[in-house]
């Protein structure tokens, strides 16, 4: 029964995504007042992350970007929907990625690279960088497995769709071992804005106005190969278009300090947040963890 379900919703997907753009988007326009009136989804949760990240806008700018993350995340639905069927000419359209030369080279000169990222613009269109990298390097990201066996099984597809492959995220540094003693050249992507549990919070900083704890896992082990680390800094263009650009954020992470690395990818991250706020997931628990208002952090924690 299970594995007829798990079919179903595979051939439903897929035969999803290969109906034309506009009726994904006609689609997406429909859902908008569903989740955004209707089911209400995590609306308290947005609108308290909304407030206390941006104290200096009004009530009236507030919702404005609320509504405008409802809107982006109903093109997020479908746009990954989708994926599952874009050819790579299409795929390199509607995701355009700059520097894929820089990183290859990287990659080749030192066996493995860190790529960080963050649930910003469409993270799954990110998925296509094999299509902008030098064939011989290989690129993985890594992913926290799904209970649902059927999703599971969707997005898997889907972010494997263009030859990237999916690690979980507790096999990071064997499979990233692996890679080096076999000798291949890789690019392991890090999806690092989420809320870490307490016992792995070893980092916090100051980040849109409040105390974040941060995940240190791809500094880690970044150090512990001394591998470049790169940032996608994402653009959403116009629906259903963005630009990424790899920005080389050091080539020697052994010469920084603890969390350096980290606070400024959270950095680098929050100026894009400011730049589009309504393409970040608003809808995320990001600060459950968190002590209060960045301004009430001890000094040797702020991340500076």
Same mark, same amino acid.
């Given at each position: ?11 439903? @997907?897929? #035969?999803?995504?290969?109906?034309? !753009?506009?009726?994904?988007?006609? /689609?997406?326009? !429909? ?7 209707? /089911?209400?989804?995590? &609306? ?5 992350? #909304?407030?206390?990240?941006? *104290? $200096?806008?009004?009530?009236? %700018?507030?919702?404005?970007?609320? &509504?405008? @993350? ?8 479908? $746009? ?32 493995? /690279? ?16 094999? #299509?902008? /990298? ?20 969707v997005f898997m597809r +889907? ?11 507790? $096999? =990071? ?32 900083? !100051?980040? +849109? ?6 995940f240190t896992g791809g500094? &880690?082990? !970044?150090?512990? #190969?001394? =591998?470049?680390?790169?940032? =996608? ?12 650009? +790899? ?10 300090s603890d969390w350096e ?8 991250? %929050?100026?894009?947040?400011? &730049? ?16 209060? *208002?960045? $301004?009430?952090? *001890? ?6």
């Open positions: 029964m299970k594995k007829a379900i798990k079919r179903l919703v595979e051939y439903f @997907f897929v #035969l999803s995504s290969h109906l034309p !753009a506009w009726f994904h988007y006609a /689609v997406s326009d !429909a859902l908008f007042p569903l989740v955004y009136h209707v /089911v209400r989804y995590r &609306r308290r949760v947005v609108r308290r992350n #909304l407030t206390a990240s941006f *104290p $200096e806008k009004s009530a009236k %700018e507030i919702k404005r970007i609320e &509504r405008g @993350f409802y809107h982006f995340f109903c093109d997020y639905i479908v $746009e990954t929907c989708m994926l599952l069927s874009f050819s790579p000419e299409e795929m390199r359209k509607r995701m355009k990625i700059t520097g894929g030369e820089a990183i290859s080279e990287a990659a080749r000169n030192n066996d493995t /690279v860190i790529l960080f990222l963050g649930h910003y613009g469409n993270w799954e269109w990110i998925s296509s960088m094999p #299509l902008w /990298v030098a064939p011989d390097v290989h690129c993985s990201q890594l992913y926290r497995p799904l209970n649902n066996e059927a999703f599971e099984s +889907l972010r494997s769709r263009f030859g990237g492959e999916n690690i979980p995220k507790n $096999e =990071a540094l064997r499979r990233i071992l692996t890679f080096r003693r076999e000798g291949t050249k890789a690019i392991i992507g890090f999806i690092a804005d989420q809320s870490p549990r307490p016992q792995n919070i070893h980092d916090r900083i !100051a980040f +849109l106005h409040q105390d974040t704890p941060v500094e &880690r082990i !970044a150090k512990k #190969l001394n =591998a470049p680390v790169y940032f =996608a800094d994402v653009k959403r263009v116009s629906r259903g278009h963005y630009e990424c650009e +790899l920005q080389l954020m050091t080539t020697n992470p052994a010469e920084h690395i980290t606070n400024e990818y959270m950095r680098r991250l %929050e100026a894009a947040i400011r &730049r589009q706020p309504e393409i970040w997931l608003w809808s995320h628990k990001r600060w459950k963890h968190s002590r209060g *208002p960045a $301004e009430e952090m *001890p000094a040797e924690n702020s991340g500076e």
